[in-house]
């Protein structure tokens, strides 16, 4: 069609906000120009049906006169009705609707972040506004980077099918799910993740409130915390997996081949250590808190410091918060101090540890008291912080005595219990053990005194420091300490552990095999696949957490100079973790035989973990950052690998343990022998420890005795054995108890009725990974790790009762 001439007719037009301006015939050529793009109109219909209307116009209202808009619109409608084109009079019938403001889009998000929060806002903006298509076409050039034209096209297509739908409110929701659907079909499915709208379902939500998740144990009660925790973090891990990660790592991780640890808290690090000293130099001095306080002149009020900055600083921690030398940082306090006096302290330590339940969904605090018989050598000549935040003008190797009198007031209330003798879940009392602890008599009866206390409700882990400075947080995560400015100025004394993404090995067997590989070779290629993934992962997250460490950003807080001149969390100092879940399966799958059956499967076992840490260090050495691997507690991992893998690799039912029928299947822990091994515990401890050097990040071997009370005496030996003739890191005692709500006793064993006051009203407890937890919070893959617990030989003395 040629150029059309348009001539001006002399009329005015109110528009809808009582705006008046000339008659432009352009917009009515622009109208049917619009609509013409559904069908039906041809160039020479266009120009037909424009004439009309101006000419229709011009009799019916004389020069000058003021019209309003929507009786230009009307008589638009009544032309088409004559002309015959029914299906373009409801479609600008539709149109028409949408420029009244009829049909509104229902919003979900204010402009303002902190508007949206708090629900202060207009209520145009909190419930709708009216359509306009240009939002359209600035979200898919501003969010998924499209060119405009092309955004044009999409929008325009968005809107025909709304308005073909006759709906007259629609939500963001609906409107992005119609995009991502045009997206697709247009060969865009690559911007769609970019796009997607994250959230819930009604009725998934309602499920999360009226029943509790059982991914952590941690968390003892159904809350309002807990659902919270339950909506974000399923929210936050489809964000993670469409914004922090690629596409090839966040579908390794929907397909098992590997597993994103702690996935729902992408704006958080894993874990961490920290030191006293550096309250007790510097005071407390936190970012939320307006309150300074100076650096504590009494033991109890250390304490107080210590507690609140834990809980300050859980929020920018998804895992464990340990705790530097405790009894040896707190020794200066209580120099002075009858024993009476130094286990009031002790308890009020632990107690107030103990009841911080305020955590990520009212869980209590996941703390590492990290405890020394003696003062180590290294901190022996390093000069000592005592009250006020002065030295003292003494070193630690002074205050040895009260150090040691701390240790044993700890390990008293460790064994005492809570007001009714319940043991303590947190803080876990991870006691240090090296050489001197057996040559020295004094750290000796110290040592003894907590195989009375394992005896008794199994509180102590019993790590060993051969060679190395260790510092130890979450389930078995320790880390050595290098750094000769953090020894010599133990206030700079903290690790981070970056985050942890776990290989599933038993999977890289399968998919070994359906490539004809049914051997080691196949199985590390496979491995090293992944691996490759895993380290992707890492540095995603990495440049991730960069951006939150920025000014005004969540994180800034951690990653800015903190009080001793250095970033209090340094990503480039930060422990980039490896894990390792299902050895034993993935060997019995290859070899056709579990570790503990064989020799061949054994020295395979062994193999395979000699090829990741290899790899690790590898890493460690291309990219100079810190990589090693680490036993996974893999306390819900366990269970979404098993099913993910039953569900796409079938033949993984024959290598799976637990009851498949009852929803309790799960991997084997790690590099551990099968739960249910007829193994003797010594052969057990001997065949695993000597995994335990290749993974640096933490490994430890558990005595699920039951109900079984070993003495002091047995413990005590197993413990100085093991350290002596094993390459163990960390060994303890795991028995089961039953607490009863009616009476509070506490027994041994998994009971269900109380025999003291035979009440039903019961509970039991025992560790699930690396801390106690009561089992009717377990998800049902550990409960079946449990029964094939029952199963083994965990026996290490006769006549234990």
């Known amino acids: 069609m040629g150029k059309m001439k348009i001539t001006n007719i002399p009329l005015y037009v109110k528009k809808r906000d009582g705006e008046i301006e000339k008659f432009n015939p352009k917009k009515v050529l622009n109208t049917l120009n619009t609509i013409k793009g559904y069908g039906e109109l041809t160039d020479f219909d266009v120009n037909r049906?424009?004439?009309?209307?101006?000419?229709?116009?011009?009799?019916?209202?004389?020069?000058?006169?003021?019209?309003?808009?929507?009786?230009?619109?009307?008589?638009?409608?009544?032309?088409?009705?004559?002309?015959?084109?029914?299906?373009?009079?409801?479609?600008?019938?539709?149109?028409?609707?949408?420029?009244?403001?009829?049909?509104?889009?229902?919003?979900?998000?204010?402009?303002?972040?902190?508007?949206?929060?708090?629900?202060?806002?207009?209520?145009?903006?909190?419930?709708?506004?009216?359509?306009?298509?240009?939002?359209?076409?600035?979200?898919?050039?501003?969010?998924?980077?499209?060119?405009?034209?092309?955004?044009?096209?999409?929008?325009?297509?968005?809107?025909?099918?709304?308005?073909?739908?006759?709906?007259?409110?629609?939500?963001t929701s609906l409107i992005r799910t119609i995009i991502d659907n045009i997206l697709l079909s247009k060969g865009y499915e690559n911007k769609i993740p970019k796009h997607t709208e994250v959230g819930i379902s009604t009725y998934d939500l309602e499920k999360i409130v009226l029943s509790k998740p059982k991914e952590n144990s941690n968390i003892a009660t159904h809350n309002p915390e807990a659902v919270n925790l339950a909506i974000a973090e399923i929210v936050l891990k489809q964000y993670a997996l469409n914004r922090v990660f690629s596409k090839e790592v966040s579908t390794a991780h929907k397909e098992g081949i590997i597993h994103i640890h702690d996935l729902g808290y992408p704006v958080r690090v894993y874990c961490s250590a920290h030191s006293p000293e550096y309250l007790k130099k510097f005071g407390l001095r936190l970012d939320n808190l307006n309150i300074i306080s100076k650096p504590a002149k009494y033991a109890r009020t250390l304490t107080g410091h210590l507690n609140t900055f834990l809980a300050s600083m859980q929020a920018f921690y998804a895992g464990a918060l340990g705790i530097a030398y405790v009894n040896v940082f707190y020794a200066p306090f209580l120099r002075g101090l009858s024993y009476k006096e130094i286990k009031q302290?002790?308890?009020?330590?632990?107690?107030?540890?103990?009841?911080?339940?305020?955590?990520?969904?009212?869980?209590?605090?996941?703390?590492?008291?990290?405890?020394?018989?003696?003062?180590?050598?290294?901190?022996?000549?390093?000069?000592?912080?005592?009250?006020?935040?002065?030295?003292?003008?003494?070193?630690?190797?002074?205050?040895?005595?009260?150090?040691?009198?701390?240790?044993?007031?700890?390990?008293?209330?460790?064994?005492?219990g809570d007001g009714q003798g319940h043991l303590f879940a947190f803080p876990k009392c991870d006691l240090h053990i090296n050489e001197e602890t057996f040559k020295d008599p004094e750290q000796k009866k110290l040592l003894e005194l907590a195989c009375e206390v394992a005896s008794i409700n199994g509180s102590p882990y019993f790590i060993f420091d051969r060679d190395e400075?260790?510092?130890?947080?979450?389930?078995?995560?320790?880390?050595?300490?290098?750094?000769?400015?953090?020894?010599?100025?133990?206030?700079?004394?903290?690790?981070?552990?970056?985050?942890?993404?776990?290989?599933?090995?038993?999977?890289?067997?399968?998919?070994?095999?359906?490539?004809?590989?049914?051997?080691?070779?196949?199985?590390?290629?496979?491995?090293?696949?992944?691996?490759?993934?895993?380290?992707?992962?890492?540095?995603?997250?990495?440049?991730?957490?960069?951006?939150?460490?920025?000014?005004?950003?969540?994180?800034?807080?951690?990653?800015?100079?903190?009080?001793?001149?250095?970033?209090?969390?340094?990503?480039?100092?930060?422990?980039?973790?490896?894990?390792?879940?299902?050895?034993?399966?993935?060997?019995?799958?290859?070899?056709?035989?579990?570790?503990?059956?064989?020799?061949?499967?054994?020295?395979?076992?062994?193999?395979?973990?000699?090829?990741?840490?290899?790899?690790?260090?590898?890493?460690?050495?291309?990219?100079?950052?810190?990589?090693?691997?680490?036993?996974?507690?893999?306390?819900?991992?366990?269970?979404?690998?098993?099913?993910?893998?039953?569900?796409?690799?079938?033949?993984?039912?024959?290598?799976?343990?637990?009851?498949?029928?009852?929803?309790?299947?799960?991997?084997?822990?790690?590099?551990?022998?099968?739960?249910?091994?007829?193994?003797?515990?010594?052969e057990r401890i001997e065949k695993q420890s000597r995994f335990h050097p290749l993974i640096e990040s933490g490994a430890i071997i558990h005595a699920f005795i039951g109900e079984q009370k070993p003495s002091p005496k047995s413990i005590f030996n197993l413990v100085e054995k093991t350290y002596k003739n094993t390459q163990c890191a960390q060994v303890t005692i795991s028995p089961e108890f039953t607490i009863c709500n009616s009476c509070g006793k506490q027994m041994r064993g998994i009971k269900n009725i109380c025999p003291h006051c035979e009440s039903k009203d019961v509970y039991s407890?025992?560790?699930?990974?690396?801390?106690?937890?009561?089992?009717?919070?377990?998800?049902?893959?550990?409960?079946?790790?449990?029964?094939?617990?029952?199963?083994?030989?965990?026996?290490?003395?006769?006549?234990?009762?």
């Open 49 to 171: 049906l424009f004439f009309e209307i101006i000419n229709t116009l011009k009799q019916e209202f004389l020069p000058g006169e003021t019209i309003k808009s929507e009786k230009i619109q009307d008589i638009i409608l009544n032309i088409l009705q004559e002309k015959g084109y029914s299906n373009l009079y409801r479609i600008f019938y539709s149109y028409k609707n949408l420029k009244k403001n009829r049909i509104r889009v229902v919003k979900k998000l204010a402009k303002d972040v902190t508007d949206y929060s708090l629900l202060v806002t207009s209520s145009r903006e909190m419930i709708s506004s009216p359509w306009d298509r240009t939002k359209i076409i600035k979200a898919l050039t501003k969010e998924i980077g499209l060119k405009k034209d092309e955004a044009k096209k999409i929008a325009k297509e968005v809107e025909k099918r709304i308005i073909s739908s006759g709906l007259k409110v629609v939500s």
């Open 345 to 416: 302290e002790a308890q009020y330590l632990i107690f107030s540890l103990s009841q911080s339940a305020f955590s990520r969904g009212g869980q209590v605090l996941f703390v590492d008291n990290n405890l020394h018989t003696g003062i180590p050598n290294y901190l022996k000549n390093v000069p000592a912080i005592g009250p006020g935040g002065e030295y003292t003008g003494e070193k630690y190797g002074a205050f040895e005595k009260e150090a040691q009198l701390f240790l044993k007031a700890l390990l008293e209330v460790y064994g005492e």
């Open 469 to 682: 400075v260790t510092l130890s947080a979450c389930c078995r995560l320790r880390t050595q300490i290098k750094d000769e400015v953090m020894l010599k100025n133990p206030e700079s004394m903290r690790f981070c552990g970056f985050q942890n993404v776990t290989i599933n090995i038993p999977q890289a067997a399968y998919r070994a095999v359906r490539k004809g590989k049914r051997n080691i070779e196949g199985l590390l290629e496979e491995i090293e696949m992944a691996m490759n993934i895993a380290l992707k992962a890492h540095f995603e997250k990495k440049r991730f957490i960069e951006e939150m460490m920025k000014p005004s950003r969540p994180l800034w807080a951690i990653g800015k100079p903190s009080l001793d001149g250095r970033p209090y969390v340094d990503l480039n100092k930060a422990t980039y973790i490896i894990g390792i879940i299902g050895l034993n399966e993935a060997i019995q799958f290859i070899k056709g035989k579990q570790l503990h059956e064989s020799e061949e499967s054994y020295e395979a076992g062994l193999k395979v973990i000699s090829f990741m840490y290899l790899k690790a260090k590898e890493f460690e050495k291309k990219y100079e950052l810190k990589f090693s691997l680490e036993e996974s507690p893999a306390e819900s991992a366990t269970r979404r690998l098993a099913k993910v893998d039953l569900e796409l690799y079938p033949e993984s039912k024959d290598v799976i343990k637990g009851n498949i029928e009852e929803d309790e299947a799960y991997y084997t822990n790690s590099i551990h022998f099968a739960q249910d091994a007829p193994i003797s515990f010594i």
């Open 765 to 801: 407890i025992t560790r699930i990974v690396g801390y106690y937890s009561r089992i009717d919070n377990w998800n049902k893959s550990k409960i079946g790790e449990l029964k094939d617990r029952h199963k083994g030989n965990w026996v290490f003395e006769h006549g234990s009762n």
